[in-house]
């Protein structure tokens, strides 16, 4: 072959490659790069979620650990008490047990854990004998449930520092490990147990069920903190007084999420992936919600706003309002347990009356 032939074959194998190579950047170019759906993070980027996020909670384990009951108290009506502990994070957290005298059925009690509200941790006792929700025990407890109230940690005896509950996932954690301790218990049904959850453990609950999608089967709320984050952002309760270091504890969870991912205005998209109000369509808990239309403490439309987005996601609730009730509810108690009872009856009892 002389060089001038050469010489074209070469310039047409030139050309063929050039051709080729900008046809696979044609292809790269109008090829579309898929886009994680919102709200959604991949499990194996799981190691740089914040731990308040949704899905990184649910990457987590709650182990809990066996149940020790640490001191036998006087008996209620119908009903043992005992001082228990389990263990969450290495930590050793107690809480109030109260278990029915009747024979166990075969599949065992139907459970109730018991998320109190906010109090002073410092004050905070497992076993008041007046407040500190010592009247709301006795009605759940006698309707034939066992009942688990748990000391969140750095609250009474508890071990561990009180980091809160709405921007640190500590206190919901230790109520999942709360609820995997209890499944343990040989006179528990594992397969029957519930929440109850008032003020800020309204917002336990709430969270509780958005992470764990099937072991809780029913949850009430009073006067829950349920609002969305930008909600929270605008809240001040004005019955909320901690001491200066429980104090600096929440504003450092708070300030130290804010100068990584900005407020809730600035960086919607980081709040939302905190924010249980923005996982409701995976719930499948029924839900009870109830108010007192004079709550000064908590904004009854936090719960109200709730109660649509629920329905919106075709979700089962219930929603009472109790007109001049207080935060407690104290104005219309015996119609709000009776109604919360019958809900627990129906879900944890198979529609008992």
């Known amino acids: 072959m002389n060089k001038h032939a050469v010489g074209k074959a070469v310039g047409f194998f030139v050309i063929v490659g050039i051709c080729a190579g900008v046809g ?21 980027a ?46 050793k957290i107690y809480g109030l047990l109260t278990v029915p005298v009747s024979q166990k059925p075969s599949n065992g009690f139907p459970v109730i854990i018991f998320n109190h509200g906010y109090i002073l941790p410092k004050t905070y006792q497992t076993n008041p004998s007046v407040g500190q929700y010592a009247s709301y025990i006795p009605p759940l407890a006698s309707a034939g449930y066992i009942v688990f109230k748990p000391d969140y940690r750095g609250n009474g005896n508890s071990q561990g520092t009180p980091d809160g509950a709405y921007y640190s996932p500590a206190y ?7 609820l995997s301790s209890v499944k343990k218990y040989p006179l ?24 764990d999608t099937k072991d809780i089967k029913a949850a009430v709320i009073w006067g829950g903190v349920v ?3 930008k909600d929270l952002e605008h809240w001040h309760d004005p019955s909320y007084h901690p001491s200066p270091y429980e104090l600096s504890l929440r504003y450092m969870f708070r300030s130290n999420l804010q100068k990584i991912y900005g407020t809730p205005e600035t960086n919607p998209f980081f709040w939302e992936t905190v924010d249980p109000t923005f996982f409701l369509s995976d719930i499948t808990t029924p839900i009870q919600l109830h108010v007192g239309t004079a709550d000064e403490e908590v904004p009854p439309s936090f719960s109200k706003s709730l109660q ?20 407690n509810i104290s104005q219309g108690f015996d119609l709000a347990m009776s109604r919360t009872i019958t809900f627990f009856n129906t879900y944890l009892k198979g529609g008992e009356k």
């Not at 919901?172 to 709360?178: C, G, M, S, W, Y």
């Not at 917002?203 to 958005?210: E, P």
């Not at 649509?308 to 935060?327: D, S, W």
């Open 46 to 91: 799981v190691q740089t979620l914040n731990p308040l996020t949704i899905e990184a909670m649910r990457q987590k384990s709650y182990p809990g650990s066996q149940l020790v009951i640490e001191k036998i108290l006087p008996d209620g009506t119908n009903y043992h008490q005992y001082i228990a502990s389990y263990f969450s994070d290495g930590l």
């Open 227 to 229: 609002g969305s984050y």
């Open 308 to 327: 649509e987005k629920l329905i919106k996601e075709k979700k089962t609730v219930e929603f009472y309002e109790y007109k001049g009730a207080n935060h």
């Open 24 to 44: 696979i950047l044609l292809v790269i170019a109008n090829r579309k790069i898929p886009v994680a759906p919102k709200n959604r993070i991949s499990p194996t």
């Open 172 to 178: 919901a954690t230790d109520v999942l490990n709360a």
């Open 188 to 211: 528990a049904n594992p397969n029957a147990i519930g929440m109850w959850g008032h003020s800020m453990g309204g917002n336990i609950t709430l969270r509780s069920i958005v992470v």
